[in-house]
T-cell receptor, first 113, second 113 residues
Framework: GENVEQHPSTLSVQEGDSAVIKCTYS??????FPWYKQELGKGPQLIID?????GEKKDQRIAVTLNKTAKHFSLHITETQPEDSAVYFC????????????FGSGTRLLVRP | DAGITQSPRHKVTETGTPVTLRCHQT?????MYWYRQDPGHGLRLIHY???????DKGEVSDGYSVSRSKTEDFLLTLESATSSQTSVYFC????????????FGPGTRLLVL
């Protein structure tokens, strides 16, 4: 069945270092890949997304890269700050409907001051 | 939270009682979704709506029903709550033309005793 696998499940980095979270998807026809950040007690917040016609997208300290051949995409956070500590989720469209998303299981990022 | 409110924000109920959660949006978006979030499972789609009175099942729809009588409101009903439905419930919305880009509400924390 369709699946989105996300790794690692937890990630601890020193403030100022980079963090990378990777997701793999199963449907080669998928063309949209969002990343969400969820802080404690809040709803997921869309932070960046990428479509399959580009290989990389950047927004200040965050970037997403896409490898369609290998069917994986990654979130890169540079110069991490304590406020980056949160749970991050990737997602990809369901095979049977582009507006239904399948979510990864999440990565808990801890940025140590 | 993209003009989305959920009510109640917290609820404690007993097994066997009916429960209705409400999602209200002010964005006039066509698509609305209900997810549940449980440790280790990420976000799983319960039901979704692609227009007024148009709804369909997601991957974990058993024990849940929904209704959408007007664009701005999407109701999730647990006809007879069970302890396995203890979870955090999130509503999301997306607009036609970019329906895969979903924005989430703040969530409802439900405890079924």
């Amino acid at each position: 069945g369709e699946n989105v696998e996300q790794h690692p499940s937890t990630l601890s980095v020193q403030e100022g270092d980079s963090a990378v979270i990777k997701c793999t998807y199963s449907d080669s026809a998928s063309n949209y890949f969002p990343w969400y950040k969820q802080e404690l007690g809040k709803g997921p917040q869309l932070i960046i997304d990428i479509r399959s016609n580009v290989g990389e997208k950047k927004d200040q300290r965050i970037a997403v890269t896409l490898n369609k051949t290998a069917k994986h995409f990654s979130l890169h956070i540079t110069e991490t700050q304590p406020e980056d500590s949160a749970v991050y989720f990737c997602a990809a469209p369901s095979m049977d409907s582009s507006y239904k998303l399948i979510f990864g299981s999440g990565t808990r990022l801890l940025v140590r001051p | 939270d993209a003009g989305i409110t959920q009510s109640p924000r917290h609820k404690v109920t007993e097994t066997g009682t009916p429960v209705t959660l409400r999602c209200h949006q002010t964005e006039n978006h066509r698509y609305m979704y209900w997810y549940r979030q449980d440790p280790g499972h990420g976000l799983r789609l319960i039901h979704y709506s692609y227009g007024v009175k148009d709804t369909d099942k997601g991957e974990v729809s058993d024990g849940y029903s929904v209704s959408r009588s007007k664009t701005e409101d999407f109701l999730l009903t647990l006809e007879s709550a069970t302890s396995s439905q203890t979870s955090v419930y999130f509503c999301a919305i997306s607009e036609q033309g970019s329906q895969e880009t979903q924005y989430f509400g703040p969530g409802t924390r439900l405890l079924v005793l």
